[in-house]
Every structure is written in C-alpha cells, then in structure tokens.
C-alpha cells in the first residue's frame, strides 16, 4: 500500500483525521516523536536537542555549529529508515523531509480560517482569545520557518507541494478520511520498483549526510542506484584536497558505488566553505560590560576557529542561557546590576553542564575562592594570553564532550 503524509496547520484537526485513518485502516502511525526517538538513539543524542531544528529560532551559535542542520541530516535518516516499510501515515513537521521522487505518497495538507481555529482553540485548551491567538501565530511561524530552511518556499501551505489541501473549516472530519483513504488506493500511488529505487537513494543519500556532518562539512547530497553527487554551494580554494576528504568519509559508507561533486548555483559567491571541526568549543558565550574588549577577544577566538557569541550585562547572559544552548561561559565578575559571582550561581544552579570560566581584572584570592567552590571551571586574571585562554576552552569542552558520553552510553 502507499504512504500518507499529513501537515496541519495549528488547531486544524488533524489528531482526529489521523486517528479516524488508524482506526479504520492499517496503516501504521509513524509521527515527529517517532522519528524524533529513533533518531536520538542512532545518534546517541537526546531528542530534544533534534526537536530544535521545528523552531523558528535559530541558535546565536548555529553559523559555528550547524546544529539545525545537523540535526536534519539524523531526521531524514530517521525518516528514511521508517520508509522502507509501506502502508505509513506520517504525520507532522518530518512529513515534509519526504523527496518529491518517492512517487507513492499521498501528501495532504490540512487548514483552516484564522477564526475557525482561534475558536477551535479556545474551546480545546480553555484559554482567552488572545493567548489563542499567540498560540496559533507561534506554531505557524514555526511550520514557515520549517518550510522556508527545507525548501526555500515562504508558504507553508502552498497547495501546489500537496495532492490534497483541505480547508477543515468547511470539510467534515468524515469527508476528509473518506477523501484520504479513496485517493490512497489510487494505482498511480501503488508502490513501483521505481519508487522503492527512491526510498533507497533517499536512505543512502540521508547516510552520506549525516557520516559528512559528523565530520563537519554541510553538502547537499543527492544518490542514485549507488552513485552519490554531492553539491557544493561555496567557494572553496583547494577543491580536489576537500573531494579527497570526501571521498575518505563516503567511500566507508555501505551501498556507495561512486562519488562526484557538483558546483551549486552559489559557488561563485564571496562566501568561502568552512569545515566546522567537531573537536572545538563553538559554542562559547562570553559575558563582559567592557563591549570593546569583549568583541575583540570574541574575533579573535573566532580566528582561531572558535564559535562565540557575546553578553555585555549579566541579565542578557541568563537570557540567552534560558533561551540557547551555550556549552561554555567566559564570565566577568564587576559587571553593573547581576554580578559575575551571582551569574555564576544561577547558571550553575539551573544548567550545570554549562562550565564557566571567570575572567576577571578585578578578583582576588578571596574571589577566586568562591567562584571554585561555586563550580567555575577555572577562575583566569586579565589581561590573558589569547593561546592560554584557548587551551582552557578546549580542556572545558573536552570535559563536556566526556561527560556527555557517559550520559548516553557512547565510548568507554
């Protein structure tokens, strides 16, 4: 049998469309938890850090890191693994990882009005018009973000990417399943050997992907019957040295018959390929009210192939820890309103696995004594040497790097 996608917009009914199918069906649910799970599980990651990549909002660090990314590559292979079974209903953000070259799925979109669902929400979750409205503005901001990073497409209910567009404000929960499950059955979405090809070019494709990440780089990847084309989007100055490299990392990869790459539309733009390297901190937050000192040193450390982002008050810092997921903090004590000593404490106390290192011009013993006992990493006087401050970031992110490890059952 064929595969059935489905994206809803927020408050559009499509946990009753879902369920109508499944119960009266057998077709196996396989949702973003799902993939989310499974995905967790290859990578040896949590999930939630996957689940990130729905948000609209993007990390300060992900130009160092390329998290959203690479948490895309582990999602399609997730995905990909799933599909390799028929007669599936996926539903949720993942449906939209889907190639258009797997021709035996039935994609279908569900919407409403904007009154239909404020209403709809108002009436499920018991809330006021208002927190309705946020709502519903905030989960679709996150479904168009999601759509423009996978397709460059602003419109995440464009009905030219769907077979079947429901308007749920005007269709009957009854009359969109009958509708479903008739156009399901249709030969021209009966499973081919051509379009099982696709599923397997799709597997083989998300497995290059995610082996390439995993060593930094960001290609687009594309496979057929064994031969993987990846395609670079920018400028690179040794090109045969980073097709070698490529090679190295695809050629382990099982089912890869051959390998070529391809020169995107972008490559002949300024911007230059960075491999990003697994092994430094790239996502160091530094935190220092002297704006001057910390831009430098914060362009400095990117020289070195640091990621950084920087805070110039205590309360930015603490927002930004609530709102991103810094690893490391070089923190300043004698800083006006929230002071570095109370920064410290309250991201010791509420993220832990943040190290932080103080960096102060002002400190004493007295001070670095309780900034050790409060859990600092390392309590530094300035001004600092650039290389020694460097070596301090990569014993913090080592140690983060073990930790993590042991957390998810990976290494010794």
């Not at 119960?23 to 990651?45: K, P």
């Not at 006021?128 to 503005?137: G, L, P, Q, Y």
């Amino acid at each position: 049998m064929s595969v059935i996608s489905i994206f809803s917009g927020a408050f559009c009914k499509d946990d009753l469309i879902v369920e109508e199918i499944i119960s009266s069906t057998t077709y196996a649910l396989i949702t973003d938890e799902e993939v989310l799970s499974r995905a967790g599980r290859m990578a040896g990651i949590d999930r939630e850090k996957f689940r990130r990549a729905f948000s609209s909002k993007t990390s300060v660090f992900n130009k160092f890191t390329h998290e959203k990314e690479r948490s895309i590559a582990h999602l399609k292979l997730s995905l990909a693994e799933f599909m390799r079974e028929d007669n599936l209903l996926i539903s949720g953000y993942c449906s939209q990882l889907i190639p258009a070259s797997i021709s035996h799925v039935l994609r279908v979109c569900l919407i409403a009005d904007l009154k239909y669902r404020i209403n709809l929400a108002m009436e499920k979750h018991g809330v006021t018009e208002k927190e309705a409205v946020r709502s519903i503005h905030r989960e679709d901001e996150d479904r168009a973000a999601w759509i423009e990073l996978l397709l460059a497409k602003k419109d995440p209910w464009d009905p030219s990417r769907y077979d079947l567009v429901f308007p749920m404000d005007k269709t009957p929960v009854e009359q969109a399943n009958a509708l479903i499950q008739a156009n399901a059955l249709k030969t021209v979405l009966k499973p081919t050997e051509t379009s099982h090809q696709a599923v397997s070019d799709f597997l083989l494709a998300a497995k290059t992907e995610v082996a390439l990440t995993e060593e930094g780089h960001q290609v687009k990847v594309k496979a057929s019957a064994g031969e993987v084309t990846l395609v670079l989007n920018e400028y690179v100055l040794m090109l045969s040295r980073l097709e070698e490299e490529f090679k190295s990392i695809v050629q382990e990869i099982p089912g890869v018959l051959s390998l070529k790459t391809e020169i995107g539309k972008n490559f002949h733009q300024t911007t230059l390929y960075r491999k990003h390297d697994i092994n430094l901190p790239s996502k160091v937050l530094l935190v220092d009210d002297e704006r001057e000192y910390a831009q430098t040193l914060s362009e400095r450390l990117q020289l070195r192939h640091l990621g950084t982002a920087v805070a110039y008050d205590g309360e930015s810092a603490l927002a930004l820890v609530q709102a991103d997921d810094p690893e490391v903090m070089v923190l300043d004590l004698k800083m006006p309103g929230i002071d570095g000593i109370e920064v410290l404490q309250e991201v010791k106390a509420t993220r832990p696995e943040i190290e932080v290192i103080v960096l102060t011009g002002h400190g004493d013993e007295n001070d670095k004594e309780i900034c050790l006992q409060l859990g600092a990493f390392a309590y530094l006087q300035k001004p600092i040497d650039i290389e020694e401050l460097r070596e301090t970031l990569q014993r913090a992110y080592e140690k983060i790097r073990k930790g993590s490890k042991h957390r998810h059952g990976v290494g010794p």
